[in-house]
């Protein structure tokens, strides 16, 4: 499969292509190569003028999924809040951001970093950003790192203005 889709893709003659990255396991020391290697090797074959990277999700820390903890905790979400530690490169969110950054700036695919829809901001200090299991009213996960359908589809306001791009420059 991984050595046929990128000539299948191509085939299509896309207007462009939009890969998302993400991985169950933390991504570093070897990992992390072998992660940049594969993910780069992977959007050479798709032989696409428009290729973007989709940056992985934030991967859960709570010890339950969200919905289970947000029952489990209904009058005090705070448990269910994941961390993302920037200063963590064995944070498996971390690990991953800096893999999807170095696999953009090698091949020159566009990535698409996700963190600021989910997350809030990293505090100066410790730089740590807090990812909220509820927003705008919607359960944000389905499980250990992927969106619900509600999510995604709240939020694919927020990516419509780059797909409008895509398909407007032909």
């Not at 992985?56 to 903890?69: N, S, Y």
Request: hydrophobic share 40%.
């Amino acid at each position: 499969w991984n050595a046929k889709v990128g000539d299948v893709i191509s085939s299509l003659h896309p207007d462009a292509v939009f890969v998302g990255s993400g991985t169950e396991i933390p991504t570093v020391g070897r990992a992390h190569a072998q992660w940049v290697r594969g993910m780069s090797a992977f959007l050479a074959t798709i032989k696409v003028d428009k290729k973007y990277l989709i940056g992985a999700t934030p991967h859960i820390t709570t010890v339950e999924d969200a919905a289970q903890c947000l029952l489990n905790h209904s009058t005090n979400i705070e448990p269910c809040v994941t961390s993302v530690n920037l200063l963590n490169p064995h944070d498996l969110t971390t690990s991953m951001l800096n893999a999807d950054k170095e696999v953009s700036s090698s091949t020159g695919v566009e990535l698409i970093d996700v963190t600021n829809m989910l997350c809030t901001s990293p505090t100066r200090v410790t730089r740590v950003m807090r990812c909220p299991p509820v927003i705008d009213g919607r359960l944000v996960y389905v499980n250990g790192s992927h969106l619900t359908v509600s999510f995604t589809t709240h939020v694919e306001s927020f990516l419509q203005p780059l797909f409008h791009e895509v398909a407007t420059h032909e």
